[in-house]
């Protein structure tokens, strides 16, 4: 278990001893890997908000499906969707039980508009391929229903269901940003017995930015390891890869890191 600097989660607040925040890495954390899976308790969002936010999504997908199907869309570049399975249906090998409702938050006053408003009821989630994602660092909140596994040590390990926590997922961009000093997670979610809800949050930068290794992680004993490249050109190449982690990477790394 790792103390995390208040002032780390939460710039805004002042620190305060009494409501210190943990991570909870172990067993989940390989120390030779480089990977690390955070789940993150003690994270100052209200067990109130968790609860509400978890009981708006499950009614969205309770929701009959002729209510949801005008939001329904396998274009990659929608911005506001709801999609089945992964975002290659039309051309993957295997379909996954798994509906999945993308929406953008920022700016917030612009992204509302796209938001679907009506909720009632309908069901169903689960099955989800390794992968790693694309993004900076993903925040998921898990409902009550088990099932994401990351790989560590040659291994599918459960996360497991740590009431009102949040698990962390460091992503692809944030492995090229740190040079590889932080790894992407890989993960899947396994098929379960019951509907099964998960709520997340994918931080990432805008889709023309540029990524790329900084400059105060890199030296002359520690070259970059990847190239700068768009953050949407990385993107649509990780989509056409179907969740194929190292081939995602391979065409934006520099020769010193082919391997
Ligand atoms: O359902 C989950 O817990 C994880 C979902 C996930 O990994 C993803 O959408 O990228
Ligand atoms: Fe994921």
């Known amino acids: 278990m790792v103390v995390l600097c208040p002032s780390l989660i939460s710039a805004h607040r002042k620190p305060d001893p009494a409501s210190t925040r943990f991570l909870v890495m172990s067993p989940l954390r390989s120390s030779t890997s480089g990977k690390l899976r955070l789940i993150v308790v003690n994270h100052g969002v209200s067990e109130e908000l968790l609860n509400d936010t978890m009981k708006v999504v499950t009614e969205f997908f309770e929701m009959p499906m002729e209510e949801k199907a005008s939001l329904y869309s396998q274009d990659p570049n929608e911005v506001c969707k709801l999609y089945t399975s992964n975002t290659n249906y039309d051309t993957e090998n295997f379909h996954f ?113 540029i990524i790329q290794p900084a400059k105060s992680l890199t030296s002359e004993a520690e070259p970059p390891l990847y190239k700068p490249f768009r953050y949407k050109d990385f993107l649509s190449y990780y989509i056409s890869m179907m969740g194929d982690t190292e081939s995602a990477l391979q065409p934006f790394k520099l020769p010193s890191n082919q391997c």
């Open 97 to 209: 039980w798994r509906d999945a409702l993308k929406h953008p938050c920022h700016p917030l006053e612009a992204c509302i508009q796209l938001w679907p408003q009506k909720m009632t009821r309908y069901s169903l989630t689960l099955g989800l391929p390794k992968h790693c994602d694309p993004n900076l660092i993903t925040i998921l909140l898990q409902g009550s229903a088990d099932g994401l596994q990351v790989f560590k040590d040659g291994q599918w390990l459960g996360v497991g269901l740590l009431p009102n926590a949040l698990v962390v997922n460091i992503g692809h961009q944030l492995q090229i940003v740190s040079n590889n000093k932080l790894k992407s997670a890989e993960h899947r979610v396994t098929n379960s017995k019951v509907a099964r809800n998960t709520v997340g949050l994918f931080i990432s930068s805008r889709d023309d930015c």
